[in-house]
């Protein structure tokens, strides 16, 4: 018995090649309820769009793409570690005549509950934000296909991280 493995589409293993609208619009379905962020690469082979702005905007949607909450979910996890060890050091009393390990157990427990629920939700922020700045921007460069002059990028001006920005 042959296993069989599920992709994004089935018919598709390669990136999605962008020639109209209609292609574009593909970019913006969700793989599975399961997967909403995961998307497919893009290549921009548009007639009417230089080979340069092709580029510029690919190199845009890959960089958006590419976007994984990491280094928000770190942030995230640093974040809640420092404020949690601010607390214990100004709540505690710095003497251990009173010390008892059943007394560590709650607030241990509390304490791992909050790092993993800080870092899930600064991975999810980031990754919502990611999501909405890439639809964003397929609806940029959709408005740019059907005729848009002023969604043409000007590859001279100076971009943020390496991504033109219309």
Same mark, same amino acid.
């Given at each position: 018995?042959?296993?069989?493995?599920?992709?994004?589409?089935? #018919?598709?293993? =390669?990136?999605?090649?962008?020639? +109209?609208?209609?292609?574009?619009?593909?970019?913006?379905?969700?793989?599975? &309820?399961?997967?909403?962020?995961?998307?497919?690469?893009?290549?921009?082979?548009?007639?009417?769009?230089?080979?340069?702005?092709?580029?510029?905007?690919?190199?845009?949607?890959?960089?958006?793409?590419?976007?994984? @909450?990491?280094?928000? @979910?770190?942030? @995230? /996890?640093?974040?809640?570690?420092?404020?949690?060890?601010?607390?214990?050091?100004?709540?505690?009393? /710095? +003497?251990?005549? #009173?010390?008892?390990?059943?007394?560590?157990?709650?607030?241990?427990?509390?304490? /791992? =509950? @909050?790092?993993?629920?800080?870092?899930?939700?600064?991975?999810?922020?980031?990754?919502?934000?990611?999501?909405?700045?890439?639809?964003?921007?397929?609806?940029?460069?959709?408005?740019?296909?059907? =005729?848009?002059?002023? /969604? &043409?990028? #000007?590859?001279? $001006?100076? $971009?943020?991280? =390496?991504?033109?920005?219309?």
């Amino acid at each position: 018995m042959a296993v069989r493995f599920h992709s994004w589409r089935p #018919d598709r293993f =390669g990136p999605v090649v962008i020639r +109209s609208e209609q292609d574009l619009l593909e970019l913006l379905q969700r793989e599975s &309820i399961l997967h909403p962020f995961r998307k497919p690469q893009a290549l921009i082979l548009v007639p009417q769009m230089d080979h340069s702005e092709a580029a510029a905007w690919e190199n845009r949607l890959e960089h958006l793409r590419q976007q994984c @909450g990491c280094t928000a @979910g770190a942030i @995230g /996890l640093a974040v809640f570690a420092i404020a949690s060890v601010a607390y214990i050091l100004r709540t505690s009393s /710095l +003497s251990n005549s #009173d010390f008892n390990a059943d007394n560590l157990v709650l607030p241990s427990a509390i304490f /791992l =509950g @909050g790092l993993i629920m800080s870092a899930a939700l600064g991975k999810l922020l980031a990754l919502s934000v990611a999501i909405i700045r890439y639809r964003r921007t397929c609806f940029e460069l959709k408005r740019r296909l059907t =005729g848009d002059p002023a /969604l &043409i990028l #000007d590859l001279a $001006t100076p $971009t943020t991280l =390496g991504v033109p920005h219309p």
